[in-house]
């Protein structure tokens, strides 16, 4: 992939403005996107967007289309967070762009960057409930970290550059840029590259160096202190640099659902996941710690529990790159503003290391004492079991994805997550059927890499569709579906909470192989726990891609558990691991 053009100086361009040649919006906008170094892109046709397809016909850009633009959203979200890079997706106006809505927020909600291009009517029909009209830029306004339409072509070079560089600094996130079909027809000259100046968008890069000092100061002052972890610091590519400060100081760490993948769980000083369906020494090393290092984290009620309580003997340290999330829920001490990647490696130089042994002690015993478990005695499939023994058969290799339910809390707490961008899941906006296309984006964006999504039934079944995708284009992705023939969650907490009234929470789902088989992948049918085994590795020799569907335990659930509103230490379901010591 050629590297994209960021902050170019003036003079690296060295030809004059009227020595560019005149273009047709469509073709600046393919222009642009080659020069911003995008190399595939995910996208569903329609009427206001066919000049633009059709400069797309003999372009150099890998063009996936999926079965529906949510998928299409989702596939550019998995490229992105497998990438690093930014994903792009283009839709049509009205239903194609209402359609990537979805995609877009949970985009937004993880602080995925992608930029999505949607073509709108005539500008001389918008507002007048034109053919396929929507006001996709109402409609995106909060979803998006930026978004714009551009109704004169001279606008649109600038815009474009100005999209993907919004969508990778600072805090990532997706941009929209609706473009009108007489724009992309129109004609102007190309504009040269200059530097990106946006008024009242300046990241802040580097961390303010007294604040870096005053926060290694804490930590070398700290007893019992915690690193807490976020997707931040996967999409500053900043593991490296944490692992560098954890070591020297000797800290161990926690990580949230999408912080997972950040610091490698096989070492000794990972806490693994904290939060509601966190590991009890990672809650409880939270709610004792004397000091918290919240780093690329924004303390989302998931991991906080009841705000008031939580963390209550720390002193808190918050690195960040946005601004507005420090202090947002919970009161920060020492706040850092900047990239994690600088910030740490700063830090890392303060630090020194500190032995901590009635910390470390303490640590040891909850660990001993209340490890994840699940009845491997039983002679039904239990899920835990299945994400086991794929870990034992993948390992390291694997990337892999997750739809969302209980099946996605046992992803994270049974697989070992040792790497970055190894682990793809919708956290913040817990989108159902964000997997298989997220795998798909993902295996685009790393074709020899192994791509598992491990999915729900429920939540398979709402972009099953997109098997097709993977078919037309032959990705070998594989989906393991944890079939209990529930939304196991909503049941969970309605068994919990609602007294077992299982009100709405089960679906008649399909045969899943047969299904995938019809549009032309390999389907396997699990039903016994003898053949997990067998199956995965079947799975693992296919070239096409292969659906196993894993008819697990029915009822099982997710423990431990911090019910909503509780304390992080309140956790549920550690007298039923205890019991199964
Ligand atoms: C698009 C969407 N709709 C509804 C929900 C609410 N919800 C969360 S988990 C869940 C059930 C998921 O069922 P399944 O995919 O089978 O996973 P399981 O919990 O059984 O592992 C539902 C309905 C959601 N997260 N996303
Ligand atoms: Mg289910």
């Known amino acids: 992939m050629k590297k994209p053009l960021t902050h170019p100086s003036q003079d690296s361009f060295p030809q004059s403005p009227s020595a560019l040649p005149v273009k047709t919006g469509a073709e600046i906008v393919v222009e642009t996107l080659i020069e911003q170094g995008v190399d595939i892109m995910f996208g569903y046709p329609g009427g206001v967007v066919l000049p633009l397809f059709d400069r797309l016909y003999d372009a150099p850009i890998k063009f996936i289309i999926p079965r529906h633009e949510q998928g299409g959203a989702h596939m550019a979200d998995g490229y992105a967070r497998a990438s690093g890079k930014v994903g792009v997706v283009l839709t049509t106006s009205g239903p194609g762009a209402c359609n990537l809505t979805t995609g877009i927020a949970n985009a937004m909600m993880d602080s995925v960057p992608i930029v999505a291009l949607t073509g709108q009517v005539r500008t001389e029909l918008i ?46 996130g997706p941009v929209l840029i609706d473009i009108p079909v007489d724009v992309e027809v129109a004609k102007c000259q ?8 946006l008024p009242g968008y300046k990241p802040q890069e580097k961390g303010h160096l007294r604040q870096i000092k005053m926060a290694a100061e804490a930590i070398n002052k700290s007893e019992r202190p915690v690193v807490y972890v976020g997707g931040g610091v996967i999409s500053a590519n900043a593991s490296e640099e944490l692992r560098a400060l954890a070591q020297k100081a000797n800290l161990p760490v926690a990580m949230t659902l999408l912080g997972l993948g950040s610091y490698d769980q096989m070492r000794p000083e990972s806490l693994d996941m904290l939060g509601m369906h966190g590991t009890a020494y990672a809650n409880f090393a939270v709610q004792e710690c004397d000091l918290l290092i919240a780093v690329g984290a924004r303390f989302d009620d998931r991991v906080t529990g009841k705000v008031k309580t939580f963390a209550p003997n720390a002193k808190i340290i918050h690195i960040d790159i946005d601004p507005s999330s420090i202090s ?131 939540s398979f079944n709402m972009t099953l569709t997109e098997i097709s995708t993977a078919v037309q284009y032959e990705l070998p992705i594989k989906v393991c579906i944890i079939n209990n023939g529930y939304m196991g969650m909503v049941r969970q907490w309605q068994e919990l909470f609602y007294n077992k009234r299982y009100s709405k929470s089960f679906l008649k789902n399909p045969e899943f192989a047969a299904v995938a088989q019809a549009i032309g992948a390999v389907g396997i049918t699990v039903e016994k726990k003898n053949e997990v085994k067998s199956a995965i590795e079947k799975m693992l020799k296919e070239k096409k891609p292969c659906v196993v569907d894993f008819k697990v335990e029915r009822e099982e659930n997710v423990w431990p558990m911090v019910a909503a509103g509780k304390s992080l230490h309140e956790m549920d379901g550690l007298d039923i691991f205890e019991s199964m010591a």
């Open 328 to 458: 947002k829920n919970v009161a920060v001490d020492i706040p850092v503003v900047g990239d994690a990647k600088f910030i740490l490696a700063e830090m890392a130089k303060e630090v020194r290391h500190k032995e901590r042994k009635e910390w470390f002690d303490k640590i040891a015993d909850w660990k001993k004492r209340f490890p994840l478990r699940y009845d491997t005695a039983s002679s039904n499939i239990k899920p835990q079991y299945v994400i086991e023994q794929l870990w034992e058969a993948t390992k390291e290799r694997a990337i892999i994805v997750t739809g969302v339910g209980q099946h996605q809390m046992w992803t994270a707490q049974f697989y070992k997550h040792t790497r970055p961008r190894h682990f793809i899941t919708s956290g913040g906006l817990g989108t159902m059927g964000f997997g298989l296309p997220a795998a798909i984006g993902a295996q685009i964006a790393r074709p020899d890499a192994l791509v598992i999504d491990i999915d729900g039934d429920s």
């Open 127 to 172: 507002g007048n409930d034109a053919f396929q009209e929507a006001d996709t830029t109402g409609v995106t306004r909060s979803i998006t970290k930026h978004n714009v339409i551009v109704k004169d072509v001279k606008d649109l070079q600038q815009t474009i550059r100005e999209a993907f560089y919004i969508a990778r600094t600072g805090r990532p």
């Open 190 to 197: 190309l504009q040269p590259l200059k530097e990106i100046n």
